[in-house]
């Protein structure tokens, strides 16, 4: 095994991060890659993968905003 260190526990966070995110859990993959940051705040792939785990947070949050105006709107029901 490899010894502990940063870079080791940098990376390890990162990779539960990334698989978190595959799979469109994204709050645990914000623990994560927060984890990860921790770690090594001057780590690439970690803020890389911040930058994309945030938006998709806020790509999720805007549409569930978006449903319920639309169905109030049409009476409950979603018109297309």
Do not use: C
């Not at 010894?3 to 994560?32: C, F």
């Not at 001057?42 to 947070?57: K, T």
């Not at 639309?70 to 029901?77: D, K, N, V």
């Amino acid at each position: 095994l490899a010894p502990v260190n940063r870079q080791n526990l940098t990376r390890a966070h990162y990779e539960r991060a990334l698989s978190y995110y595959e799979t469109g859990n994204y709050l645990k993959a914000q623990q994560q890659i927060e984890a990860a940051l921790q770690q090594n705040k001057a780590d690439l792939d970690s803020l890389r993968l911040r930058g994309q785990i945030e938006q998709a947070i806020r790509d999720q949050q805007a549409r569930a905003w978006k449903w319920p105006m639309s169905a109030r709107a049409s009476g409950g029901t979603m018109r297309r």
